[in-house]
C-alpha cells in the first residue's frame, strides 16, 4: 500500500520560513521514479498549484505566486522538499503533495493518484 506523508508544517510570522516534507512508503512504490506535486487550499477556495518537480528532479515549475520564494526538491531516497521563504499570510492552507508517473499536465490536481493527508501552515501577520 502506497502512503505519502507530509510533515514541516506550523506557524510562522510573515518574512519566515518553513520546510515541507513529503515522504513515500510502500515496499514496491518507486518514489524516485514519479513526479510530485505540492498544492495547497485555503478555507473556501480550489486546491490550487504550488510547485512540481521531475522524477530525474531535472524538471521543476512554481505557480507565480510563489516563484522566487519556495523551492521545491527531492533526494535519491523517497523523500520531496519544499523549502517555503519570505512567508506571506496569504501563503496561509494546507499544504498537500502528491505523485504521479509522468510529467505532463503536472499543474492539474485531478491527474494525480497518490495523495497526502495535508500539513497546515499558517501564517502570522
Known amino acids: 500500500q502506497v502512503q505519502l506523508v507530509e510533515s514541516g508544517g506550523g506557524l510562522v510570522q510573515a518574512g519566515g520560513s518553513l520546510r515541507l516534507s513529503c515522504a513515500a512508503s510502500?515496499?514496491?512504490?518507486?518514489?524516485?521514479?514519479?513526479?510530485v506535486g505540492w498544492f495547497r487550499q485555503a478555507p473556501g477556495k480550489e486546491r490550487e498549484f504550488v510547485a512540481a518537480?521531475?522524477?530525474?528532479?531535472?524538471?521543476t515549475d512554481y505557480a507565480d505566486s510563489v516563484k522566487g520564494r519556495f523551492v521545491i526538491s527531492r533526494d535519491n531516497a523517497k523523500t520531496v522538499y519544499l523549502q517555503m521563504n519570505s512567508l506571506r499570510p496569504e501563503d496561509t492552507a494546507v499544504y498537500y503533495c502528491?505523485?504521479?508517473?509522468?510529467?505532463?499536465?503536472?499543474?492539474?490536481?485531478?491527474?494525480?493518484?497518490?495523495w497526502g493527508q495535508g500539513t497546515q501552515v499558517t501564517v502570522s501577520s
Open positions: 502528491a505523485a504521479r508517473p509522468i510529467w505532463t499536465y503536472y499543474t492539474n490536481p485531478r491527474v494525480y493518484g497518490y
Open positions: 510502500g515496499r514496491t512504490f518507486n518514489f524516485n521514479m514519479y513526479t
Open positions: 518537480i521531475s522524477a530525474s528532479g531535472g524538471n
